[in-house]
């Protein structure tokens, strides 16, 4: 037991170290935006790393053994990262801020704002590959980035529940009430940023009023 406690230790370590890493750069972005005084896109933060048993299942459900060597090969969201922005402009802001960084490299990129699963599912997924230096030496890591407005984590969080609490057979009643709840969150999204950009809108008006002739 030992041993095998061991080994996830050091397996689950250059993943918690890369999530600190990542927490550090994105912290970095808040921080550069709060102490310019710029506009501030980032609501919060949460990270997470897999726990062995969800790990193993997993991969049974991928049909891979369940090693450590193939979580290694076939899993690349071990460690996740969430952000999670107030409007959809927010998450593009913040998604070309992550593109542009040199010290990670982002190997993949889906953008399920744009194209929705068709459960209705809506998020900004990355997969990054972060350098961690160990006492071997640097490796690299992946780590998954998801970016989501308030209110489709809100509607993620929802259906995660479900789809465990009915063991993956969600009924299709649901999941209608699900996908309606999606379109829903969609046009949630799109009214709260008409109303943002409209108080803009005024801001400006009122600025240019008051401006001296």
Known sequence: MNSEMAQWRDFLMPYKFALDECKLKINMIKEEAFISGSYHPIEHVKA??????????????????????????HLQDV????????????????????????DMSILEKKDYIQNPKPNGYQSMHYIAEVPVTLKQG????????????????????????????FEREIPDYLKQDLYEAAMAVQLLDQKMEHIRDEIGTIEDSRDQILMPL
């Not at 090693?67 to 290694?72: E, K, V």
């Not at 460690?79 to 040199?102: H, N």
């Not at 970016?147 to 479900?162: C, G, N, P, V, Y």
């Open 48 to 73: 997470r790393i897999k726990q062995p048993d969800s790990i193993f299942r997993k991969l049974k459900r991928k049909g891979i053994e369940p090693t450590l060597m193939n979580a290694a090969d």
């Open 79 to 102: 460690a996740g990262v969430r952000i999670v922005c107030s409007f959809v402009k927010d998450i593009y802001l913040v998604a070309q801020q992550i593109e542009e960084r040199t």
């Open 138 to 165: 640097v490796k690299k890591v992946k780590v998954e980035i998801q970016l989501r407005t308030l209110a489709m984590d809100f509607w993620a969080s929802l259906e995660h529940k479900i789809f465990y609490k």
